[in-house]
């Protein structure tokens, strides 16, 4: 039986609800990403999901190309 509270919901509140995970960094890495995040005027999370994101893509085109 469907929730119809989640029926009434727009589309972009049906998205899948973000995952919180606590990272730990050496202290010179996270220094870094400071500064990056202030450089860029956004948060030290958006710097680790927009790397996070790039990562997963670099290794996604190595994997299609060692097939």
Do not use: G, H, N
């Amino acid at each position: 039986m469907k929730d119809k509270r989640s029926e009434r919901r727009s589309p972009k509140a049906q998205k899948k609800a973000a995952v919180r995970a606590s990272i730990t960094f050496p202290p010179d890495l996270y220094e870094t990403l400071e500064q990056i995040a202030q450089q860029k005027k956004v948060s030290l999370a958006w710097v680790v999901r927009d790397a996070s994101e790039k990562y997963v893509a670099s290794e996604a085109k190595e994997d299609t190309r060692r097939t």
